[in-house]
Each structure stands twice: as C-alpha cells, then as structure tokens.
C-alpha cells in the first residue's frame, strides 16, 4: 500500500485518487476549492462521470479514500504528490500554469520528507524542469529530497474509470529512472505496456497524442465538406479508410468538429510552443482552423434553408462536448449557440446532464426540460452532441411540434431517408443534402 496525495481534485484528479484507492493505496485527494471538497465529502459528485459515485463510496467507506483543503494534513505522510490541477489556455493560446505553479509551492511549502512529485496535468514541454526549480527556489536553503516525473494522463471524460483501469499505455518520463521505476511500480497491478523516458519526450506525447486525434477529425470533416459538394457519402468513406488497418476507424466521424475540456487548448498550447520555438506548426494551424469553420457551416445551411436567422428559433440538442459528461468546456454547441444569437435567433437548448453548468454560462437560451419542448415551435433543430437519449425520438411528434420540419444532424446520428420521408428537410454532415435522388 503505497500512500498518495492527488492536488487537484476536478475530472483528472477525483478519478485518479479514486482508482488509485481501488488499487489498494491511501489516497487524499486534496482541492483548494472548499465547496467542492465538502460536497464530495456529503457524497455529492462535482462531475457526472459514469460509475464514479459508487466507486468514491465504497472507496471512502474502506478507508482508503479521503478529501481535504488541508494541504498539511493531505501531504503529511504522502510518498508520491500528483499534481493534477487545471492547466487552462492563457491569453496568447499558451498553457496557463498559475495553478500548477500553486501546487508545486504547497508542496515545497508542506514536505519535509522524501517524496516523487507527478505531473499528471497536461503541461508543456519543459514544465518538469521548471516544476524542480519552482520547489527549489521556494525551499530557499532547506533542502528537500524530491524527483519529479511525469505521467501524461490519457482518461477520456464518461469513460474516465475503465480508461484508468484498462490504459493502453502508461507514460512515464523523469531524469531520475528509480523515480520513475517507483511510480511505475503503482500501475503495475494494470498490466499495461509502461513506456519509461525522459521527462520532456514525456511531456511531448501528451500533446502530441492529442493534436493527432485532432487532426484526424479535422481531416475527415475537410473530407465531408468535399463530400457533400461531389454527391459522395463521408460515413462510407471514413467506414471504407477505417477498415485499412494502417488507419483504424477512430477518430474518424465527421460532425462539429472537436471541443472539450483538453484539444481546444492543447493544440493551441502545442502550436504556441511551437512558434515560440521558431518552428512554423502549418498542419495545426489548419486544423484549428477547419474545426472553427466546422461551427461556421451550421450557420451556412440554416442561413441557406431558411433566410434571415433573424427572429428564427433554433432548437439545439445536446450541448456536453460529447456524449456522457456534463463537461461543456469549448464544446461545438456553445460556438454554434453564440453564432446564432449573433445572428438575432432565438435558441431553445436541451442537454441530458449539461443544464447545471449550460445555465452558468447562458443568460440569453430557453433551457428546456426535453427534446420535444425544444422542438416546439421551433423553425429549426440542430443536433450537436449525439447522446443515446437522442437515438429513438418521436419523430412524429417532434414534425408536428416544430413550426418548419427542418433538422440539422450535426453528428450524422439519425437516418437521413427516414426522415425525408416523414416530412423534413434534413442536412447532415458530408453527405449530398439531396441524396438518392430525394
Ligand atoms: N478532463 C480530462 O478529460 C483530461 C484528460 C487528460 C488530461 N487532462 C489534464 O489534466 C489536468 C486537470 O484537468 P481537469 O479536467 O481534471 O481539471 P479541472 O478543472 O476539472 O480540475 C482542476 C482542479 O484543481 C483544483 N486546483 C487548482 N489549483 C489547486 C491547488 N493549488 N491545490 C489544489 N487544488 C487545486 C481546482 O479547484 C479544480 O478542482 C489538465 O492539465 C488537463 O489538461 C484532463
């Protein structure tokens, strides 16, 4: 049993200290966020994560998991501090470090025992180094017996706990191996490949894992939008690529484009490095640049079937980045959202987890409590994120509901010609608006 202390306790960190508890280890998940800490503690989750809530329960109810604000107490006993706090884009597109920079000096300020700091934020090339020197400076000439490694984390959000436990690999990089070899030794129980190296190629997986699925998404939408001007079918072209071994079916879906709490601002942060590195990153340039158009496109195709937006009411369904988390950070529905009031419509939203935090974020939206009352007299419906919820509708009914029969299936969900045949015009992504002859 190996004792923990987890700084930062959002999506990263209150999945990882609670895993790592379910491999047997004393974890303490600590947050400088006194709300979040206490409601965790009445067993109220900050996050909707499939399976977490059950898995933070019987964790705590071992003994094996608990939360604090306390960074004395969190760190008092830890063998190994992850620093998993928020690493958001700055004003310029490079990565923010304020919070990691917070963390290292709570460490320095707290420990006066050897102890491996891990990076678990994802953070640019070289922040291993500048974490080494932060503590350092901080410690002043009260020595501390530390290494730092880091250890990229690859969780996706609403399949975060089974990535965690099943990882396809585990990255860790250090300039100190036995640091490295003594974290290794955490995930061994995972039987995983551990891919150990140096600090900064560490750190340049992360991105560069990151920006490629990116790309790939990018690439495919550049495709659809071909597509759908040459009368081809992307959903069969991205099924005909993906069976080509070489290239895999992942990441290859045309829709909206990318969004999210990490490759919005990581590929920003991977390009910023870049050029501050003199080097010119043209490829992230365009795929950056094809997923905002991405958004554009929604507008394009309302503006074409329906004129004016002005006063037009546009339903949108789903507003999470992606199915299965309430997480709407950079999501494609809050870019298409604004491009609408911006262009005077008058939009009514519905998500199946995302209301608490879509209703921080807008004043000026009608959230509704289901798909049919977004519907309701709406001019359009524009399908952005393609929850399970929106697989079955009552499509009978939403037709009758909406003042013109007019959808936008933004993620390619539903089927085109059923839908023709009950009535509505329906354009989805990359496929001929006017297909089989209809
Ligand atoms: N969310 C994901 O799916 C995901 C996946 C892989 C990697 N990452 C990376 O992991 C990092 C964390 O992401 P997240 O989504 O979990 O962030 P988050 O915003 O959900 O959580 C960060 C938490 O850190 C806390 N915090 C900030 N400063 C602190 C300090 N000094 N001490 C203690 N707590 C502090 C905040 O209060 C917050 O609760 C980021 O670098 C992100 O890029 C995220």
């Known amino acids: ?48 994560e499939p399976g977490l809530e059950q898995l933070v329960e019987q964790n705590v109810h071992s003994g094996r998991l608990t939360f604090s604000t306390n960074p004395q107490e969190a760190l008092a006993n830890a063998e190994f501090a992850f620093i998993a706090v928020g690493t958001p884009s700055g004003v310029d597109g490079e990565a923010d470090l304020q919070y990691v920079r917070s963390a290292a000096e709570s460490i320095a300020d707290n420990v006066d025992h050897p102890i491996v700091v891990i990076n678990k ?24 017996e530390f290494s730092v490694v880091s250890n990229p984390e690859f969780l996706r959000e609403g399949s975060a706990i089974n990535d965690f436990m099943n990882p396809d690999r585990v990255v860790l990089g250090s300039t100190n191996r036995e640091a490295a070899n003594q974290v290794a030794q955490l995930y061994l129980t995972l039987r995983c490949p551990i891919l150990v ?37 992307v959903r069969e072209v991205s099924l005909g690529m993906g069976y080509d071994r070489r290239i895999g079916h992942a990441f290859l879906d045309a829709g909206l484009g990318w969004g999210g709490s990490c490759f919005p601002k990581d590929v920003k942060a991977l390009a910023h490095m870049a050029v501050l590195h003199g080097t010119h990153p043209q490829l992230l340039q365009a795929v950056m ?41 950079e999501a494609p529905s809050l870019e298409v959202i604004h491009l609408l009031l911006n262009e005077g419509a008058i939009v009514k939203a519905y998500d199946p987890q995302a209301m608490e935090n879509a209703k921080a974020m807008f004043s000026r939206i009608t959230l509704c409590e289901n798909p049919y009352e977004v519907a309701d007299g709406a001019d359009a419906l524009v399908l952005a994120t393609e929850w399970n919820e929106f697989k ?11 003042r013109r029969p007019l959808i936008l299936d933004g993620r390619n969900l539903w089927d085109a010609n059923a839908l023709r ?7 989805g992504v990359g496929h001929s608006t006017q297909a089989n002859g209809e």
């Open 1 to 48: 049993m190996s004792k923990i202390c987890v700084i930062g306790t959002g999506y990263v960190g209150l999945v990882t200290g609670t895993c790592f508890a379910d491999l047997g280890n004393r974890v303490v998940c600590l947050d400088v966020d006194e709300s979040r800490i206490s409601r965790i503690n009445d067993g109220v989750m900050p996050i909707y």
């Open 121 to 144: 934020s994802t953070v640019p090339v070289g922040t291993g180094d500048w974490v080494t020197d932060v503590i350092k400076k901080r410690r002043g000439g009260t020595p501390l």
């Open 197 to 233: 190296t140096d600090l900064r190629t560490a750190e340049m997986i992360k991105y560069a894992s990151n920006a490629f699925l990116a790309t790939r998404v990018s690439f495919i939408n550049e495709i659809a939008n071909m597509c759908e001007e040459l009368g081809a079918d």
């Open 289 to 329: 640049e094809i997923n905002r158009n991405q958004r554009r496109r929604v507008i394009f195709k309302l503006r074409k079937a329906l004129g004016s937006l002005n006063d037009k009411v546009v339903g949108v369904l789903g507003l999470s980045f992606k199915p299965n988390t309430d997480d709407i950070r």
């Open 392 to 402: 079955q509708l009552d499509f009978e009914r939403i037709c009758q509901l909406m």
């Open 421 to 427: 045949g009950m009535g509505f015009t329906y354009y």
